[in-house]
């Protein structure tokens, strides 16, 4: 199971949870050859779990996020 710092958050709803900070650190590297922005990031486990499944499509990541969420 993913490792996760559930903690409370507050806004404009009753009450809200997440299960952790999704990128701890993010360091500007150099651009690559098109001019874009490189970066050296460091995710939390969801964080990385959650990249993978939207940036990847990596549907494993999937059951480890669900049994974290429990």
């Given at each position: 199971?993913a490792n996760?710092?559930?903690?409370?958050?507050?806004?404009?709803?009753?009450?809200?949870?997440?299960?952790?900070?999704?990128?701890?650190?993010?360091?500007?590297?150099?651009?690559?050859e098109d001019g874009?922005?490189m970066?050296?990031?460091?995710?939390?486990?969801?964080?990385?779990?959650?990249?993978?499944?939207?940036?990847?499509?990596?549907?494993t990541?999937?059951?480890?996020?669900?049994?974290?969420?429990?």
């Amino acid at each position: 199971m993913a490792n996760y710092n559930a903690r409370k958050i507050y806004g404009a709803w009753k009450e809200g949870y997440v299960l952790d900070l999704h990128t701890i650190s993010s360091t500007y590297i150099a651009d690559d050859e098109d001019g874009n922005p490189m970066f050296d990031t460091k995710r939390s486990e969801i964080g990385q779990l959650l990249y993978r499944l939207k940036y990847d499509s990596d549907e494993t990541a999937v059951e480890d996020l669900v049994n974290a969420a429990r």
